[in-house]
Nanobody, 123 residues
C-alpha cells in the first residue's frame, strides 16, 4: 500500500505561482510512476502531469504545458508540481496519484490517491 499526502494549495492571484508537494510512503523498490490530476466543480477529472518510474520522463496536458513543471526528489520520496502563470481556470482540487503497475506515463489506471488540495486562482 502506498500513502500519498499532498500539501501546498491555497489562494493565489492570476499570474502568480504555487508549488504543490506530494509525499509518498510505503514503496520499497523503485519510485512509482506518479501523476497530478485536478477536478474543478462540474468538470471531469483531468490528468495535468505525470512523471515516469523508468527514466523520469514527463507528460503535461496541453492546458498547462509551458506553465507547470513536475519533478521528484527520490531521497525525500516527494513529488512536486511547480505551477507558474496561474489562471482562474486552473482553480480546482489537485490530487496526486501513483500507478505502480506502469513504468511510463502511457497508462490510465492509478491505484493510489492522495486526499487532494484546493488551488484557487482569483483576484
Amino acid at each position: 500500500q502506498l500513502l500519498l499526502v499532498e500539501s501546498g494549495g491555497g489562494l493565489v492571484q492570476p499570474g502568480g505561482s504555487l508549488r504543490l508537494s506530494c509525499a509518498v510512503s510505503g514503496f520499497t523498490l523503485k519510485y512509482p510512476t506518479m501523476g497530478w490530476f485536478r477536478q474543478a466543480p462540474g468538470k471531469e477529472r483531468e490528468r495535468v502531469s505525470c512523471i515516469s518510474s523508468s527514466d523520469g520522463s514527463t507528460y503535461y496536458a496541453d492546458s498547462v504545458k509551458g506553465r507547470f513543471t513536475v519533478s521528484r526528489d527520490n531521497g525525500k520520496k516527494t513529488m512536486y508540481l511547480q505551477m507558474n502563470s496561474l489562471k482562474p481556470e486552473d482553480t480546482a482540487v489537485y490530487y496526486c496519484a501513483a500507478a505502480p503497475r506502469y513504468r511510463t506515463c502511457q497508462g490510465n489506471t492509478y491505484d493510489f490517491w492522495g486526499q487532494g488540495t484546493q488551488v484557487t486562482v482569483s483576484s
